[in-house]
Nanobody, 122 residues
Framework: QVQLVESGGGLVQAGGSLRLSCAAS????????MGWYCQAPGKQRELVAT???????KYANSVKGRFTISRDNANNTVYLQMNSLKPEDTAVYYC????????????????WGQGTQVTVSS
């Protein structure tokens, strides 16, 4: 199995910054894409940013220029640097990884972290 452990959420004032981290561990053969999604109360989970194994990134329009996703392939870790935070960024942020396990090298599985709360006060 594969586990994703997130850290770095918290309460911050508008205009502040937070850095989220997510470390993947377990029976990992390779990791394709890693990313962050968020879910605000009463809303569906939506993409924030992703990065593939080659380093290509994708961002939601709402965070472009403010958030930066990065990845440490050697340590199976993905980061989300969140700057110029706004109250509308308040949500639970979930780490996601598309993983090929050692037991099934021809199948990609989608794993999720437990979520970390980000609250931005006005």
């Amino acid at each position: 199995q594969v586990q994703l452990v997130e850290s770095g959420g918290g309460l911050v004032q508008a205009g502040g910054s937070l850095r989220l981290s997510c470390a993947a561990s377990g029976s990992i053969f390779s990791i394709n894409a890693m990313g962050w999604y968020c879910q605000a109360p009463g809303k569906q989970r939506e993409l924030v940013a992703t990065v593939n194994s080659g380093g290509t990134t994708k961002y939601a329009n709402s965070v472009k220029g403010r958030f930066t996703i990065s990845r440490d392939n050697a340590n199976n870790t993905v980061y989300l640097q969140m700057n110029s935070l706004k109250p509308e960024d308040t949500a639970v942020y979930y780490c996601n990884a598309v993983v090929t396990t050692k037991q099934a090298k021809n199948i990609m599985y989608n794993y999720w972290g437990q979520g970390t709360q980000v609250t931005v006060s006005s």
